[in-house]
């Protein structure tokens, strides 16, 4: 080897040993930076243990370690106080904790601790020290060393006894509201955004769908389409949050293609930001009710037309109106029957203004025997007739209709009119159609009578049509006329009253509960008539007739009528001041004292009830008072009770027409009246009557 060779050889061993002193260097640097890192890790490592610790000691739910077989080694405050363990001294394994009949569960979820690492929401029963069942719900997880090798497990193990508890009796709770809800007497539906979600075996049963059927179904697919613009205005309300419940009466779409009307009831559900939820509808069949209401309607306003007409077109008009309304039909005639001639005589149809009364030769009429309607006319027996194009018979009366109902209106066992409707389509009528008709025939029947027998009196009535326009200009002829019009209405209400007295007395044990339950409404309705006619009479009777002015002791007028009245034992009335001896009409005086009194007895609902009368001497006139415990009068309805008819409280002795007595009553001794009230506390009436001219205050 040559010396150069050598040289090179010597320089490139040189630079090797540099080199390896510099990586020697670098490599000591790095190895005190990485002490010096393992120095601050494991300072900081042991100072998050130590946070660590002190939260778990602090954490409010119980903390346990146990090493891997069940041994506990560790527990915070809270596992200590819930469980009631000291393990500093004395030894407990997890074993000891777990209920026996959960004693698998824990098993396996150990191995899935074991195995994955960690377990979720594991809810079991646990034993405390004192042998108390607790429910716990635990999430764990597997401590491992530094070398990643698994040394114990931990968990958070939270006491959810009550929270059981309370879930089981809401759960329980929920299962009998669910069996009351089923097996409620009512249709019941939830509802959202116009969706059926569940329905009731009522609600069901009502329309003839299933459950599963309803749930594909809106409130609209079950709704009659006149009815739903009014209920989808009000839901709108209610979506709107200006509205949370709401009653309506509407018609239901069966499954067979019928209907029924029923009232329903909706409430809203809301969230916590007022959006609604769910909507809940209870849905009471009403159909029926709504026949007998109509039934009642129809009497109602056969009285009224009595009232106010005693035309027999009139009265006969009412009648087509409401039974077509009832009907939905746009056709329903009422004929009457004129056997003299043997002819019957359409004296009313439903939307046509008929009055044939001074036009004889334009009257539309048919044969006895003649067509459906003289059939049974002749046969006295009600008929539905499905098809018309059927009965070789059939009078078209303006238009071919191919459903029609007949039913015969009987007095006395005679025909003397006939209720005829036609509807276009075909099989339109039904049984129950049928049964209302002939309910209200026999019903109108005596109104309709006592209608005819005050046609053959229409010399009468333009008479006192004649003396009425004279009677305008004077007080007194009014009250003279009021007598004979209250005498002239009130003798067809007896008659009326005395036809269904012997109706029900020569069907004595014939009739059910319904039809005797029908005639006390019509007894009802005459007397409360008859009673209205009366009010009426009286308060025309008031006016001033300064012949009658007197000197009336007050004090003896209420002694008086306190003896007189029936005032129940259970009121107690109290006169505070004596009374003063007033200028003025002592019958009117007596009546005003009267109606008021009454009227505190009629409306004191309390165990306890008062009645107290006072006065108030002032410069010109006297205030009197008469306070009660009753009721009371919302302020809105203040103006309203002294106007005549007007009454707050619907009931059978009450015609809205006292207080507008006393009202005028007052008006006419040059006094006001006005009152007091608070809602279930009581009402006071205040008036003022004038002093006598020369009387000065005491």
């Not at 329905?199 to 003839?208: E, H, I, K, R, Y």
């Not at 559900?269 to 007022?274: E, F, G, P, T, W």
């Not at 129809?298 to 109106?321: C, F, P, R």
């Amino acid at each position: 080897m040559s010396q150069e060779d050598i040289d090179i050889l010597k320089r490139a061993l040189q630079r090797e040993k540099a080199a390896r002193k510099a990586a020697e260097k670098i490599l000591e640097e790095k190895s005190r930076e990485l002490y010096q890192t393992s120095l601050k890790l494991e300072q900081l490592l042991d100072e998050k243990s130590s946070q660590l610790q002190g939260v778990f000691e602090n954490i409010l739910d119980a903390y346990v370690v146990m090493d891997l077989k069940g041994n506990i080694i560790k527990f915070n405050e809270a596992a200590t106080h819930f469980f009631g363990y000291n393990i500093e001294e004395e030894s407990v394994n997890v074993i000891d904790l777990i209920y026996k009949e959960d004693m698998q569960y824990a098993m396996s979820s150990f191995m899935d601790l074991q195995g994955k690492g960690f377990f979720k929401n594991y809810e079991a029963r646990v034993y405390t020290k004192s042998k108390a069942v607790k429910w716990v719900h635990i999430n764990a997880s597997i401590v491992f060393d530094k070398d990643k090798k698994p040394i114990a497990a931990q968990g958070i193990v939270r006491d959810i006894t009550e929270d059981r508890r309370t879930r089981e009796l809401i759960e329980e709770q929920k299962k009998q509201l669910d069996t009351i809800v089923d097996n409620a007497p009512f249709g019941i539906a939830l509802t959202q955004l116009g969706q059926m979600i569940k329905t009731n075996a009522a609600f069901q049963n009502l329309l003839g769908f299933n459950a599963e059927e309803l749930k594909q179904k809106t409130i609209k697919d079950v709704s009659f389409i006149e009815d739903f613009p009014e209920s989808k205005a009000l839901l709108t309300k209610m979506n709107s949050g200006t509205l949370d419940n709401f009653v309506i009466d509407k018609r239901y779409k069966k499954k067979d293609g019928s209907f029924i009307w029923a009232k329903t009831n909706v409430n809203a559900v809301r969230d916590s930001y007022n959006n609604i939820k769910y909507q809940v509808a209870l849905i009471e069949d009403i159909t029926s009710e709504r026949e007998k209401t109509l039934i009642i309607d129809m009497i109602n306003d056969v009285a009224k037309s009595i009232l106010g007409k005693i035309d027999i077109y009139e009265i006969a008009q009412e009648i087509t109106t409401n039974i077509a309304a009832f009907l939905g039909t746009e056709d329903c005639v009422i004929y009457l029957v004129n056997k003299d001639i043997g002819t019957i005589e359409k004296i009313a149809a439903y939307g046509e203004d008929i009055n044939y009364k001074n036009a004889s030769d334009n009257k539309f009429s048919l044969q006895l025997g003649k067509g459906i309607v003289g059939r049974v006319a002749k046969s006295k027996k009600a008929k539905i007739i499905n098809d018309t194009s059927q009965e070789p018979d059939y009078v078209i009366d303006g238009q071919r209709r191919f459903s029609e109902l007949t039913v015969p209106i009987l007095n006395d066992g005679e025909v003397i009119g006939i209720i005829d409707s036609e509807h276009i389509d075909k099989n339109y009528f039904t049984k129950a159609h049928l049964k209302t008709i002939k309910n209200i025939a026999s019903l109108v029947a005596m109104q309709l009578k006592s209608a005819i027998n005050l046609r053959e009196r229409q010399k009468v009535e333009n008479r006192n049509k004649t003396l009425l326009k004279a009677l305008e200009k004077s007080n007194d002829e009014l009250q003279e006329y009021a007598h004979i019009v209250s005498h002239d209405l009130k003798s067809p209400l007896r008659s009326i009253y005395a036809l269904v007295s012997w109706l029900k007395e020569d069907n004595i044990g014939n009739l059910d509960a319904a039809s005797l339950q029908n005639i006390k409404h019509i007894e009802t309705t005459l007397e409360k008539m008859e009673q209205l006619i009366s009010d009426v009479l009286n308060y025309s009777s008031v006016s001033a007739d300064n012949s009658q002015i007197s000197n009336v002791d007050l004090n003896s007028v209420v002694k008086e009528l306190i003896k007189i009245l029936y005032i129940p034992e259970h009121i107690e009335i109290k006169v505070h001041n004596t009374l003063p001896i007033i200028k003025g009409d002592k019958t009117k005086l007596q009546q005003l004292f009267q109606n008021l009194i009454s009227n505190a007895v009629k409306f004191i609902d309390k165990d306890k009830g008062y009645i107290d009368i006072d006065v108030v001497e002032q410069t010109e006139q006297y205030q009197f008072s008469i306070k009660d415990n009753g009721i009371g009068i919302d302020e809105k309805f203040y103006d309203k009770i002294f106007k005549i008819f007007n009454t707050l409280n619907k009931s059978e002795d009450s015609t809205g027409i006292g207080l507008s007595i006393v009202k005028k009553i007052v008006n006419l001794h040059n006094g006001n009246i006005w009152l007091e009230s608070e809602i279930e506390k009581g009402t006071t009436f205040y008036f003022t009557l004038k002093k006598a001219p020369n009387e000065t205050p005491k």
